[in-house]
């Protein structure tokens, strides 16, 4: 399983991104799709996840800026990020959980100059 993402990039602050993730190989019924973010030095931290069924979770700090959304048909996961502020730089990660293993894409840098 690969997970290829794409979308990031060099922004000011305010500004918008929309990331995508397309998961490809053998895949099977993904059950939960999600985006990481990590800064060197800090722990890689949930930005958020959707559920097979739709629902999703955010962390505090993107919530209402932030939209997570899924393609079943095509195994993609997107985050739209509005109104990007300089704590929002890191490297993002997408994440799959599928039969229960997981697996992670190798990451696009996001950076938001103030």
């Known amino acids: 399983v690969q997970l290829q993402a794409c979308g990031g990039g060099l922004v000011q602050a305010g500004a918008s991104l929309r990331l995508s993730c397309a998961a490809s190989?053998?895949?099977?019924?993904?059950?939960?799709m999600g985006w990481y973010r990590q800064v060197p030095g800090k722990q890689r931290e949930l930005v958020a996840a959707?559920?097979?069924?739709?629902?999703?979770n955010y962390a505090n700090s993107v919530e209402g800026r932030f939209t997570i959304a899924r393609d079943n048909a095509k195994n993609t996961v997107y985050l739209q990020m509005n109104s990007l502020q300089p704590e929002d730089t890191a490297q993002y990660y997408c994440?799959?959980?599928?039969?229960?293993?997981?697996?992670w894409g190798k990451g696009t840098q996001v950076t938001v100059s103030s």
């Open positions: 994440n799959i959980r599928m039969a229960g293993r997981e697996y």
């Open positions: 190989g053998t895949i099977l019924p993904i059950n939960i």
């Open positions: 959707i559920a097979s069924v739709g629902s999703a």
